[in-house]
């Protein structure tokens, strides 16, 4: 599963740990991405879709169909 939210395009950032000493190495901050599945009423399938924690809560309140209009506008495959 690839790091990043289908909706809202939320990707990893990178930046540095610093330890206490304050050396300064890389580090990856990845978002919270979850696998859902939802119904599409008006298109009569399921799809399975890679949010971030964010994007559910989106979807719970544009609706799915608002939610793969905006994802199609990207250029998301669904």
Same mark, same amino acid.
């Given at each position: ?17 610093? %330890?206490?000493?304050?050396?300064? =190495?890389?580090? &990856? ?7 859902? /599945? ?13 949010? %971030?924690?964010?994007?559910?809560? =989106?979807?719970? &309140? ?7 209009? /905006? ?8």
């Amino acid at each position: 599963m690839s790091a990043h939210c289908q909706l809202t395009g939320v990707a990893p950032v990178f930046g540095n740990r610093i %330890s206490h000493s304050h050396r300064r =190495t890389r580090r &990856r901050f990845d978002p919270n991405i979850q696998s859902r /599945r939802y119904w599409v009423p008006t298109e009569g399938r399921s799809v399975r879709l890679t949010l %971030s924690a964010r994007g559910i809560k =989106t979807i719970d &309140r544009i609706g799915i169909d608002a939610a793969m209009a /905006r994802m199609r506008e990207r250029g998301e495959r669904i």
